[in-house]
C-alpha cells in the first residue's frame, strides 16, 4: 500500500496546470463523470477504537500477515508488531533498511520493502522476532511501492519529481526467486508515479498518481505491457482489488470505484468525497472500505479514517469517520475487517465497525495515545 505523500502546499494546484495543459487530457472527462449520484440513506454505524501503538511510528504504510503487522516506517526500517491480540498490539522488532522504508509486501516468510534510494529489500521473517536481510537490488530510481506474486516483485520506481508526471520512470519487474541475489528483469515507464500496485494474477494495476489508474498484463515479467488506463480527477495514491473491482484513494478526489471484470476495458462505476480530506490508501473488506485519510499536508497536520459501504458501488455511501492525531496514510485489513492503519507520527491504529446510536464512543484507557471519538457521517 504507498508514496511519498508529504507535499508542498503548492503541489496540489500542480494538478488543475497538468489538465489545463492537457497532459491528461481525459481527466476532464472523468471528472464529469464522477458527478455524484443521489444519496443513500446510511445505517447508524460508528467506528470502535481497538487499538493503538505510537511506538510504531513513524507509520508509512501497513501489511497484515497472521499474527503479525509490518510497519513501513522511513528512515527507521520495519516495524514488526505483534497484534495477535489487537486491544494491545506489541512491538517485537524492527528491521533496520539501507533506504527509507515506503511500502511492504509479505508472502510466506518472505518480507519484501520499497527502500527508495535502496531498491527492493527482502528479508526473512520466519522469526518476526528476529527478522535478517537476505538481499537487496537498485531500482532505477526511488522504490517506492511493491507487490509480490509467486517470484517475481514489481516496484513502483520514482524519480521524486513533483512538479507533473514522471515518464521516465515506472514499474520494475524482479525475479526473487533467490532472495540472496534479486535481479531486474523487465520494466514500463507510465506517465505518472507508480505510488502504489495491486497485483491480480498476471495483471498488474497501478496507481499512477497524475497518471490516474494503469493496467498492465505481466504475464511475461520480462515484458510488462499497458493494457488500459482510466483517469482520475485528483492523483491515484492508494489501490486495492477484490472481486473484479479496483478501490482507489484519489487525494482530494477521494475514493473511486472501478470495474475491472475486464481488465483490459476498466469502468468507473462511483465515488465520493470527504470533505476537503485527501485519500491517501484504501483497504477493501466485503462490502465496506477503509479509506486513509489527510487533512492537511504539514507533518503535524491530522487525519481520518473512513469507512465506506460499497455494497453499491455506483453510490458508496460514507457510514463513519475516526480521526487520527496525525494524517493517515495506509490502510490494510485483517479476516475480521478489522483496519490497521498507518498514521505517521501517530503510529498505528487498529479500528472495528460497529453499530450504536450516534455519538457513541468506546473508552480504552489502557491505551497511551488519546483516541479521538468516531463520528457517523449519515451517508454525507
Known amino acids: 500500500m504507498p508514496l511519498i505523500r508529504s507535499l508542498p502546499p503548492s503541489v496540489a494546484r500542480t494538478v488543475a496546470v497538468i489538465i489545463a495543459a492537457g497532459t491528461i487530457p481525459a481527466a ?11 444519496a443513500r440513506a446510511a445505517p447508524s454505524t460508528t467506528i470502535a477504537p481497538v487499538g493503538a501503538l505510537p511506538a510504531a511510528s513513524p507509520a508509512l504504510d501497513i501489511a497484515h500477515a497472521g499474527r503479525h503487522a509490518y510497519v513501513a516506517a522511513h528512515g527507521r526500517g520495519v516495524h514488526v508488531v505483534d497484534v ?83 515518464p521516465e520512470y515506472g514499474v520494475v519487474a524482479l525475479d526473487v526467486a533467490d532472495p540472496a541475489a534479486p535481479r531486474a528483469i523487465g520494466h514500463l515507464n ?63 478526489g477521494g475514493l473511486r470505484l472501478v470495474d475491472v471484470a475486464d481488465p483490459a476495458v476498466p469502468t468507473d462505476l462511483g465515488g465520493l468525497t470527504f470533505g476537503g480530506g485527501a485519500a491517501y490508501g484504501v483497504a477493501a473488506a466485503g462490502d465496506r472500505a477503509w479509506v486513509a485519510l489527510a487533512d492537511g499536508g504539514g507533518p503535524a497536520d491530522a487525519g481520518r479514517v473512513a469507512l465506506v459501504d460499497v455494497s453499491d458501488p455506483r453510490r458508496p455511501v460514507a457510514l ?26 501517530s503510529g498505528i491504529v487498529v479500528l472495528a465497525a460497529g453499530g450504536g446510536a450516534a455519538g457513541a464512543r468506546v473508552y480504552l484507557p489502557q491505551l497511551s495515545l488519546g483516541l479521538a471519538e468516531s463520528r457517523p457521517t449519515n451517508g454525507r
Open 84 to 166: 495477535s491480540d489487537p486491544a494491545h498490539p506489541r512491538l517485537v522488532a524492527t528491521a533496520a533498511t539501507a533506504g527509507a522504508a515506503y511500502d511492504v509486501a509479505v508472502a510466506g516468510d518472505r518480507l519484501y520493502v520499497a527502500a527508495w534510494s535502496a531498491g527492493l529489500e527482502i528479508h526473512d521473517i520466519s522469526d518476526p522476532a528476529a527478522p535478517r536481510k537476505l538481499g537487496a537490488v537498485p531500482t532505477r530510481a526511488n522504490a517506492q511501492a511493491v507487490a509480490v506474486g509467486g517470484t517475481v516483485a514489481y516496484v513502483g520506481d520514482w524519480s521524486a519529481v513533483f512538479d507533473g508526471p514522471d
Open 320 to 345: 463513519a469517520e475516526h480521526a487520527t492525531p496525525q494524517r493517515a496514510w495506509g490502510v490494510d485489513v485483517d479476516a475480521a475487517g478489522r483496519a490497521f492503519v498507518a498514521a505517521t507520527g
Open 28 to 38: 476532464a472527462a472523468l471528472a464529469t463523470a464522477a458527478r455524484p449520484l443521489p
Open 190 to 252: 507510465t506517465p505518472g508515479w507508480a505510488g502504489d500496485l495491486a497485483l491480480d494474477g498476471s495483471t498488474l494495476y497501478v496507481a499512477d498518481g497524475p497518471g490516474g489508474l494503469r493496467v498492465l498484463d505481466v504475464a511475461d515479467p520480462t515484458r510488462p505491457r499497458e493494457i488500459a488506463a482510466l483517469p482520475t480527477a485528483v492523483r491515484a495514491y492508494g489501490i486495492d482489488h477484490a472481486a473484479d473491482r479496483l478501490y482507489i484513494a484519489d487525494n482530494t
